[in-house]
């Protein structure tokens, strides 16, 4: 990441220098200079926030605060939810991580734990 910060402040240091840039904010207390010749007349959006958890770290922090931010479902599938999972996602990766299991995969009994499912578990 270090490296493609230092890339982008390079590239934007030379259109800069080609004078092909914006800047914003104000003169007397500073500006930011984008790499841009224009910036664009609609206001730009940013998505929501989608907090990355894993389900052991997600234990490990304890009860979630009073403030409850999106958070994708466990099972991976990339969609948004209020709590670990969408309806019936829950019994799609407890099935995926049983096959995984069954096969071998040591991860997978350590996923099913973490998850609570430890009771499940086939020794």
């Given at each position: 990441?270090?490296?493609?910060?230092?890339?982008?402040a390079?590239?934007?240091?030379?259109?800069?220098?080609?004078?092909?840039?914006?800047?914003?904010g104000d003169?007397?207390e500073g500006?930011i200079l984008l790499p841009?010749?224009?910036?664009?007349?609609?206001?730009?959006?940013?998505?929501?926030?989608?907090?990355?958890?894993?389900?052991?770290?997600e234990?490990?922090?304890?009860?979630?605060s009073?403030?409850?931010?999106?958070?994708?479902?466990?099972?991976?599938?990339g969609?948004?939810?209020?709590?670990r999972?969408?309806p019936?996602?829950?019994?799609k990766?407890?099935?995926?991580?049983?096959?995984?299991?069954t096969?071998g995969?040591?991860?997978?009994t350590d996923?099913?734990r973490a998850l609570?499912?430890?009771?499940?578990?086939?020794?």
């Open positions: 990441m270090d490296a493609l910060d230092a890339a982008l390079a590239l934007t240091g030379i259109l800069a220098l080609e004078r092909n840039f914006t800047t914003v003169p007397d500006v841009v010749s224009t910036l664009p007349q609609a206001k730009l959006l940013r998505p929501p926030p989608m907090a990355m958890t894993h389900p052991v770290a234990r490990a922090a304890g009860p979630s009073s403030v409850s931010l999106p958070r994708l479902c466990q099972c991976g599938c969609a948004t939810v209020r709590r999972f969408l019936g996602h829950d019994a990766l407890k099935s995926r991580l049983r096959r995984l299991q096969a995969v040591d991860a997978a996923q099913l609570g499912w430890v009771d499940d578990v086939k020794s």
